[in-house]
């Protein structure tokens, strides 16, 4: 049950050199564990009102993830009091994905940097990686409070993303009380695999499949299939369009129980100040009215440049907390200039000659236009100033 929690490393976030990005395989048994823990079904007797446990333990722990630790932890689409984003943030951690801060600052660092080198889970590294590889690995294990400081000055907030665990097992010893063997293997323990790659999907095929409705400077994609499972979350390409949208779909039939929830709280007054899709700019930068589609056109020249052996996949220095974005835009991280010969191939004094040399020349045609258009993707990427120590709507603290 504690296979994704982690503890809070005051102002680090583990950013190693060299094999950063390994998996650790140790720390990764519980998660494992994890999965094979339903089978024990087959030893146990199992009700229907275990399975009614498991849907609703689904549906429940699901919208603590999409209502609390995005649209409200990680982007700040609406408002809450201090008591109800205690609440939210301890229903997020009986998810089994690590704590409040830990989720929303990765988020945040995915949405600075998508599809790009500092992207912490971009498909571009491979499917496996986006879907759940970037959690096992050793590189992203601590919360780094600089990446969320408007919520990270709140010491309840702190002590449930260090102590992450505390609401699995709490939650866990209920299913067995509740419903027994049984409840805890269907309950709780199916009911949290399920959810785990509900939630995975959003990173990895919200990427790879679906449709693009707007001219992100990423891949995203709105898919009915992850948005049915993840209650609203499928809609990706809306939301990368406009992050701070607490609706994510803007359709009447784009379904979003997420954003239907928070409406009916927002009657109840537990929520407020719920954050719409601005009308003028609904139906601008779509794809299908001829607007540059950036993102897609970076994802094919990259494919062409790993063909080459050029580009991706060659390490860098990846973005640090608070570093200041490179000129041009937010989101990128500028790259060396290319190397392109001075003269053509075979001429007097090019020190290659033969077959290689149209190899070289295409190599330093390819990294010209990815630079290019990681340019214009950084200056395309909507940006906004960092958030005030204040997290929005949350009462100032105490004396």
Not at 287 to 311: C, H, P, Q
Request: with cysteine.
């Amino acid at each position: 049950m504690t296979s994704l929690d982690t503890a809070t490393t005051a102002g680090s976030t583990v950013r190693e050199e060299g094999r950063a990005d390994r998996t650790d395989w140790v720390s990764a048994i519980p998660f494992f564990a994890v999965h094979l823990a339903p089978l024990a079904a087959f030893f146990v007797t199992v009700t229907w009102e275990d399975w009614v446990l498991c849907a609703v333990l689904y549906v429940v722990r699901m919208f603590f993830i999409t209502a609390g630790y995005h649209r409200y932890f990680s982007h700040r689409s609406f408002r809450m009091n201090r008591t109800f984003q205690f609440l939210m943030a301890f229903g997020g951690t009986t998810a089994v994905q690590k704590g409040p801060l830990w989720w929303a600052g990765h988020h945040r660092i995915h949405h600075r940097f998508t599809d790009l080198d500092g992207d912490v889970h971009s498909p571009r590294d491979g499917l496996w990686w986006s879907h759940v590889g970037w959690i096992l690995s050793t590189k992203y294990k601590a919360t780094d409070p600089d990446d969320i400081r408007d919520f990270a000055r709140y010491p309840e907030l702190r002590f449930l993303d260090r102590f992450s665990w505390i609401g699995p097992w709490l939650l866990a010893l209920g299913c067995l009380a509740v419903g027994g063997w049984g409840g805890l293997v269907i309950g709780f323990f199916l009911s949290t695999v399920l959810l785990w790659h509900g939630t995975f999907l959003v990173n990895s095929m919200a990427h790879i499949v679906g449709k693009r409705r707007y001219a992100t400077p990423d891949t995203s994609r709105n898919s009915f299939f992850v948005a049915l499972v993840t209650g609203g979350e499928g809609w990706h390409n809306n939301h990368h369009y406009l992050p701070s949208s607490v609706r994510q779909g803007f359709r009447w039939w784009e379904i979003d129980p997420t954003w239907y929830t928070l409406r009916a709280l927002a009657v109840l007054h537990v929520v407020r100040d719920l954050k719409s899709p601005p009308v003028r700019l609904i139906d601008q930068a779509r794809v299908r009215d001829g607007a540059f589609d950036i993102g897609m056109f970076r994802s094919y020249w990259e494919r062409a440049a790993k063909l080459t052996g050029n580009r991706p996949g060659v390490p860098g220095p990846q973005p640090q907390a608070g570093d200041a974005p490179p000129e041009g835009g937010a989101g990128g991280l500028l790259r060396p200039e290319p190397s392109i010969p001075d003269r053509a191939p075979g001429e007097a004094g090019d020190p290659a000659v033969g077959v290689s040399d149209g190899v070289s020349v295409l190599q330093a045609l390819i990294t010209r236009a990815m630079e290019s258009a990681d340019q214009l993707a950084r200056a395309t990427r909507r940006t906004k100033p960092p958030p005030s120590v204040e997290p929005a709507g949350s009462l100032p603290p105490p004396s």
